[in-house]
């Protein structure tokens, strides 16, 4: 039986806001052996896939979560995944909501190259813009633009001067970047969102109405996302190497923050996309990169840029703390994947 080993990486290092940020390592997962590939049987799992398995169906962070697809994988594609339940796959198609956000982010940034970024649109990718929405109605009305998901009918974003310079966790600080980027687009049709973002990302991610608002419209499945995840990690975005620049304290209590639903311990904002951590030896490290999503939809990258995780679920009516209980699920089972012990 093919033995597994893992291979240990050198520090990653994260310069963030403040210099609040050291240095870790990080480990690699170990890869499964030739006889339990992706989709193998329950009896040909290795001990690392059976305490993944075991975790997504016992674990207490889990089992509130009903169905979901969760997968793990590397720049090569995907390495073991686990459907829970019936009805969700890797190709089933949901709503991602605020994941869109990472999308878009990555998008606008490889469309003007980061070193053309000016200031203001490098805060509305942090979102300390001032730039906020005034309500939360989806722009999912057929023939919708980006420009009418900006205005009073839907979005209502208005500029707060305030708020300028400080951290408001809000889709409207995207909204107006969109609106002076790509405002004449529409959801589906003849000069789309997704046309532009597709061709951008390489993705294939489906048309819906909603892609009007590119804060949280976006629909697709763990499979369209996935190809994101591979790209960014294998260095084919200039969102790549930037997944900590520009990045502002975005936890409740942190400096300067107005709003933020991020309920753990500290975490930063970057571009688009949240930035986890764990406190070390009294340094605060960065373990991983994510855009989890109101109905459940959670992508997520580590800090070496050598594994993606996903975990796809979609709860008809969601808040903020559906995507962190799909976050705290999924980090469960990929640390049972990595040490090989089904976690409680």
Known sequence: MKRHGRTTFGPVCGLLAL???????????????????????????????QAALDTANTSTSCTPLA??????????????????????????????????????????????????????????????SGYIDENTTLCGD?????????????KDVSYRPLQNGRYFYNGGHLQKLALDDIGARKGTGLMSVMDWINARLGTTL??????????????????????FLMKLINNQYELSSKLTVDSV????????????????????????????????????TV?????????????????????????????QFGGQAEGEKSRTCAQAIRKAYELGVPQP
């Open 19 to 49: 210099g609040l940020i050291g240095c870790g390592t990080a480990e690699d997962a170990p890869t499964p052996g030739a006889e339990a590939p992706l989709g193998a049987s329950h009896a040909a799992l290795t001990v690392y896939e």
């Open 67 to 128: 169905n979901f697809y969760w997968e793990i994988g590397n720049g090569a594609g995907p390495l073991y995944a686990i459907p829970r339940g019936s009805g969700v796959s890797a190709t089933t198609v949901m709503p991602i909501a605020s994941a869109s956000k990472w999308l878009y982010a990555g998008a606008y940034v490889q469309s003007k190259g980061y070193a053309n970024l000016a200031v203001d649109e490098k805060k509305r990718l942090n979102f300390t």
């Open 142 to 154: 057929a023939g919708t633009t980006v420009s009418d998901c900006y205005g009073p009918a839907y």
């Open 206 to 227: 489906p048309e819906s109405d909603s892609d009007v608002a590119p804060a949280g419209g976006f629909s697709g499945s763990a499979a369209h996302y996935r190809v």
């Open 249 to 284: 304290p975005a936890w409740d209590g942190g400096p300067s923050v107005s709003y933020t639903p991020w309920t753990a311990s500290q975490a930063y904002y970057g571009l688009g996309h949240w930035i986890e951590g764990e406190t070390v030896n009294g340094v605060w």
């Open 287 to 315: 373990t991983g990169h994510s855009s989890a999503g109101a109905y459940g939809f959670y992508p997520w990258v580590n800090a070496a840029r050598n594994r993606y995780m996903l975990l796809a679920r979609n709860r």
